[in-house]
């Protein structure tokens, strides 16, 4: 009886709709980057795709650019004194990697 009573029973799940598109997944990815590696963020610009901040006396600035083919291209730089700058663009690459699931 009871498994005639389940029989009429029907499930609807919902239908997931579109992720976030490329350039939203870059663009979060990088900012949390970021602020993963201790960045005071200064200026984030979604429009333009730019991020700037500092860590120290080091300067970093991460620029988004959407290609042709809706790609996002995703140029990361910091600048400082010795090595700093290498390392710390080398921590936000990694960090930026490991948000996108890289």
Do not use: K
């Not at 598109?21 to 795709?49: C, Q």
């Amino acid at each position: 009886m009871i498994a005639a009573a389940l029989a009429g029973c029907v499930a609807y799940y919902p239908v997931p709709g579109p992720g976030p598109s490329t350039f939203d997944r870059a663009w979060d990815a990088a900012l949390g980057a970021a602020t993963d590696n201790g960045v005071a963020v200064s200026v984030a610009d979604r429009g333009t795709g730019r991020i700037r901040g500092s860590r120290g006396a080091v300067a970093a600035s991460i620029n988004l650019l959407t290609q042709a083919d809706g790609s996002v291209r995703v140029e990361i730089n910091a600048t400082g004194p010795g090595q700093s700058g290498t390392v710390l663009t080398d921590q936000l690459t990694a960090a930026y990697h490991r948000r996108m699931g890289r």
